[in-house]
């Protein structure tokens, strides 16, 4: 474990740095930190590009080539939020990393947010975001943030719908340096968790959504039928608004209700 103390650029982020070389999850590393008897500073960032046992949402698991991708965990304590505003903290992560996206591909390609908070590039999937949140009370007290970040990985076995910075940017990136970049991100989102910026985050939100307003196929996961709507709205609780094309009747869905056909 290497242990980095480094990053000048972040008022909290990254300040304490650890790198592991190899992880079951850089999520589950964090939350065994989290249960310790003397918890991670604020904005603690847990590192690796060997992760063995990574998840996504829905309990997936991450696929990611050994050695060619960023697994990167953070640490926060955004007691500031109500428990039922733990979706913003899942809109101010994707904006971040949809920002470092612009401005590691140098606006070539158009990062979008696929909800709830995927970033997709050119129909593909580039990074995912997992956030385990504890609540105290009727508050948020801890949340470890999980993003992982196709990088130097060019060939995605059975993921027809994956793509990475390199294939991107058609160069290698470093890892560590990428990850640290990405910090500096990840903390400017965070700071717009304050109570008079809730609004305009979830504006930015809506406005870097994939697929907003398209017409397309849905399906129900409950029953398996099919549904033929666009997104038309994103709840404050993260639930999705679908309206019918053909009734102009809204639907709502959670994570786990509703899948892209």
């Not at 696929?114 to 956030?131: C, T």
């Not at 500096?184 to 994939?210: C, G, H, I, W």
């Given at each position: 474990?290497?242990?980095?103390?480094?990053?000048?650029?972040?008022?909290?982020?990254?300040?304490?740095?650890?790198?592991?070389?190899?992880?079951?999850?850089?999520?589950?590393?964090?939350?065994?930190?989290?249960?310790?008897?003397?918890?991670?500073?604020?904005?603690?960032?847990?590192?690796?590009?060997?992760?063995?046992?990574?998840?996504?949402?829905?309990?997936?698991?991450?696929?990611?080539?050994?050695?060619?991708?960023?697994?990167?965990?953070?640490?926060?304590?955004?007691?500031?939020?109500?428990?039922?505003?733990?979706?913003?903290?899942?809109?101010?992560?994707?904006?971040?990393?949809?920002?470092?996206?612009?401005?590691?591909?140098?606006?070539?390609?158009?990062?979008?947010?696929?909800?709830?908070?995927?970033?997709?590039?050119?129909?593909?999937?580039?990074?995912?975001?997992?956030?385990?949140?504890?609540?105290?009370?009727?508050?948020?007290?801890?949340?470890?943030?999980?993003i992982g970040l196709n990088v130097n990985q060019t060939a995605f076995e059975n993921l027809p719908h994956a793509t990475s910075l390199q294939l991107l940017a058609q160069r290698q990136f470093n890892l560590r340096d990428t990850v640290q970049k990405l910090?500096?991100?990840?903390?400017?989102?965070?700071?717009?968790?304050?109570?008079?910026?809730?609004?305009?985050?979830?504006?930015?939100?809506?406005?870097?959504?994939?697929?907003?307003?398209?017409?397309?196929?849905?399906?129900?996961?409950?029953n398996h039928t099919l549904l033929y709507g666009y997104i038309s709205r994103v709840l404050d609780n993260g639930h999705i608004e679908i309206t019918h094309c053909n009734s102009g009747q809204p639907e709502y869905f959670d994570l786990k209700e509703i899948?892209?056909?």
């Open positions: 474990m290497i242990v980095l103390d480094s990053l000048n650029n972040t008022v909290f982020t990254g300040k304490v740095f650890i790198e592991l070389p190899e992880v079951d999850s850089t999520n589950a590393y964090a939350l065994r930190l989290l249960s310790s008897q003397t918890p991670p500073p604020h904005g603690t960032v847990v590192f690796s590009s060997r992760q063995m046992a990574g998840r996504g949402q829905r309990g997936n698991e991450w696929q990611s080539e050994s050695g060619k991708n960023i697994a990167a965990s953070f640490i926060f304590y955004p007691r500031m939020l109500a428990a039922a505003q733990q979706f913003y903290l899942s809109m101010a992560i994707a904006l971040g990393v949809c920002r470092f996206l612009q401005h590691e591909l140098s606006l070539l390609h158009e990062p979008l947010i696929k909800w709830p908070n995927d970033l997709y590039i050119q129909h593909k999937k580039v990074a995912g975001i997992l956030i385990e949140n504890t609540v105290s009370g009727s508050r948020l007290s801890a949340s470890v943030v999980g910090c500096t991100y990840v903390e400017a989102a965070y700071f717009l968790l304050q109570p008079d910026k809730l609004s305009a985050l979830k504006r930015q939100y809506m406005q870097n959504l994939y697929q907003f307003g398209v017409p397309r196929h849905f399906v129900r996961t409950a899948a892209w056909s």
